[in-house]
């Protein structure tokens, strides 16, 4: 069945007239794809895990071994999902709009899969690895390990090249995302809870510079009450009839 409403028709036409767009996404645009959000009360990874002994820089100096094997399993989550409708209505869009920037939180590299050319990773890729110590990236097959694999060059345990908790974000991504949100003039804010900053203030400096701002959302948010549109429905129903309303 295809959708239809008021909002979905204006986010179209917002799309329409818009020069530079900025689309916004989070956990929620992958969670169609069996990939659990961070936030959902009850299957939300921080409502069963301890982001503190999982995802910041001492936990894993503390104990190696358990937060490489917690990525280990999330990694495999992720191999084995596929990129949903709302990945590959995004990806549609990318093509039919060259002003479009994709900025996404997610690590899970669903977006380049479905097809998106160019996505500003705000907090990493989980499929790829670093050296803990210098930073490099180092392409490996880490499939099977049970603990990190050791640096080739320094011998410093290697890590997922995610951004964890306390840590800065990479900053030429950043600062790419930041100038595409105070230069655009529409942007969609989709599946976030809008609560991580730096991320969710690329939403405040759009506004500031004056653009549209749409939520594409089932629950409301923090944000909700700014947004010009506000699409309550999974991303992957509101894409694809946003996309089919812009033909
Ligand atoms: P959250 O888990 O905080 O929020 C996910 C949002 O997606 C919620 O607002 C849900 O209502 C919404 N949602 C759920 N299903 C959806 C669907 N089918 N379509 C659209 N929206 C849906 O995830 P993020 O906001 O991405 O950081 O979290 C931000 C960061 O916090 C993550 O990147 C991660 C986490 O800690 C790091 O790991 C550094």
């Not at 002003?99 to 989980?126: K, P, Y």
């Not at 942007?187 to 969710?200: D, E, K, N």
């Not at 939520?215 to 894409?239: H, K, W, Y």
């Amino acid at each position: 069945m295809r959708r239809t409403g008021p909002e979905i028709d204006a986010l179209a036409a917002a799309l329409r007239s818009s020069v530079r767009t900025v689309i916004l996404t989070g956990a929620g645009v992958s969670a169609e794809s069996g990939i659990p959000t961070f936030r959902d009360p009850q299957d939300g990874l921080w409502a069963r895990y301890r982001a503190e002994d999982l995802a910041t820089p001492e936990a894993f100096a503390r104990d190696p071994r358990l937060v490489w094997q917690w990525y280990q399993w999330r990694r495999e989550a992720i191999a084995a999902a596929k990129p949903n409708a709302a990945h590959l209505a995004i990806a549609a869009l990318d093509r039919l709009l060259p002003g479009l920037a994709l900025v996404t939180q997610n690590v899970d590299g669903l977006h380049q899969q479905a097809g998106s050319r160019s996505v500003l990773e705000l907090h990493g890729n989980i499929h790829r690895n670093r050296c803990s110590r210098e930073n490099r990236l180092i392409d490996m097959d880490a499939r099977g390990t049970s603990k990190p694999p050791r640096c080739p060059s320094c011998g410093a345990n290697i890590r997922p090249d995610v951004v964890w908790f306390g840590e800065p974000l990479p900053p030429q991504i950043l600062a790419a995302s930041q100038a595409a949100a105070a230069n655009c003039d529409l942007l969609i804010a989709v599946g976030t809870s809008s609560m991580v900053l730096p991320a969710a203030d690329l939403i405040a400096l759009a506004r500031s510079a004056g653009a549209g701002f749409a939520e594409v959302n089932p629950q409301e948010t923090l944000v909700s009450s700014q947004a010009d549109i506000c699409l309550r429905m999974p991303a992957g129903e509101a894409f694809p009839a946003v996309l089919a309303a812009l033909d």
